[in-house]
C-alpha cells in the first residue's frame, strides 16, 4: 500500500522555500545547473494538481562548466547552511515551518556524458563527489528557464530564475528511474505528464519525434513501454495507487494511465522489449 504520508504540507512548502533559496545561493551558476527531478511536473503544469515533492534534484553540466566550480558550489552552499552527508552528493537544509523542524535533501548530480567513465556511480571533479544518472544528459541539452517565487527558509520573499528540465527529458529520466527501483511515484509522475500534458497526447508525441534518434530516448520509451504493457503493469498500477492514496479513484486512474501511455507509444512506433 503507497503511504503518501512524507507528502505533508510542511514538507513541501519546506522544500518549495529550500529550493528558491538554493537558487538565490547558487544564482550566479544557473547557465550551468538544471532542474530536473520531482520539482519538473508541478512547476512546469501549476494548475494540474500535481502532489507535490520533498526533495530537489539539480543537474550539473560537466560538459561546460569550469573545473573550479564545483567546489565553489559546495562552499556557497555550506556557507548559506546546507550540511554534507554521508551520501557524497547529497546537502540537507533544516528549515522550520511552523513549530516543525523539516530536513530536505539536495542532491547533485551529472550525466553519463562529457568526462573519462571510470566505471563508478560518482564523478569526483575538484575533490565534489557528483552523481550520475542516466538520462541527464538529456535534460542538460533540452531545458527551459522559467521563474519561481517563494519564501526563503529564514524569512522574505525572492523570485529567482532557473532552467528547468522539459516534460519530454522528464519523462527519459522517469523512465530509467522506474526501471531501477520500486517507487510508485516514478509511475506516478509519468501519468501526471501524459494526463496533463499541454495539448494532451498528440502534442507530446510531437515533441518527442524530433529526439528519437538520440539512443537514449529511445531506451527510455522502449523501459516505459514495457512498464506500461498491459493494464495490470506496474505502471498503471502504481500510479493508481498513488492517486488513490491521495484520495482519489483507483480503477478509472489505473485505465486511463493505460490507455495514454498506449496512445503515445502508438504514436511513436515504440515497442517493449
Known amino acids: 500500500m503507497v503511504n503518501l504520508d512524507d507528502y505533508s504540507g510542511d514538507a513541501i512548502a519546506a522544500c518549495k522555500s529550500v529550493l528558491v533559496e538554493s537558487l538565490t545561493v547558487l544564482g550566479r551558476h544557473r547557465q550551468h545547473l538544471v532542474l530536473v527531478g520531482g520539482w519538473v511536473p508541478p512547476l512546469l503544469m501549476p494548475d494540474a494538481g500535481h502532489i507535490g515533492t520533498i526533495d530537489i534534484d539539480l543537474a550539473i553540466d560537466s560538459r561546460q562548466i569550469p573545473a573550479y566550480l564545483y567546489e565553489t558550489i ?89 532552467r528547468v528540465a522539459v516534460i519530454t527529458a522528464f519523462l527519459v529520466m522517469k523512465a530509467f528511474a522506474l526501471d531501477e527501483r520500486r517507487k510508485e511515484k516514478d509511475a506516478y509522475d509519468i501519468y501526471f505528464c501524459l494526463a496533463n500534458h499541454p495539448g494532451g497526447i498528440e502534442a507530446l508525441a510531437h515533441e518527442f519525434r524530433p529526439l528519437m534518434d538520440n539512443g537514449l530516448v529511445r531506451e527510455a520509451l522502449t523501459k516505459t513501454c514495457a512498464k506500461f504493457k498491459t493494464i495490470d503493469s506496474v505502471g498503471p498500477v502504481w500510479a493508481a495507487q498513488v492517486v488513490q492514496a491521495s484520495g482519489g479513484d483507483y480503477e478509472p486512474t489505473r485505465r486511463d494511465a493505460f490507455e495514454r501511455a498506449t496512445a503515445l507509444f502508438a504514436a511513436l512506433r515504440v515497442t517493449p522489449d
Open 74 to 162: 559546495s562552499n556557497d552552499l555550506q556557507r548559506a547552511g546546507y550540511r554534507t552527508t554521508g551520501i557524497p552528493n547529497r546537502f540537507e537544509r533544516e528549515v522550520r515551518v511552523g513549530s516543525k523542524k523539516v530536513t530536505v535533501k539536495l542532491d547533485l548530480i551529472t550525466g553519463e556524458y562529457g568526462h573519462p567513465p571510470d566505471g563508478g556511480t560518482h564523478q569526483l571533479i575538484q575533490g565534489m563527489p557528483v552523481w550520475r544518472s542516466r538520462g541527464v544528459d538529456v535534460a542538460l541539452d533540452h531545458a527551459v528557464e522559467i521563474r519561481v517565487s517563494g519564501a526563503l527558509p529564514d524569512g522574505g520573499v525572492n523570485e529567482v530564475r532557473l
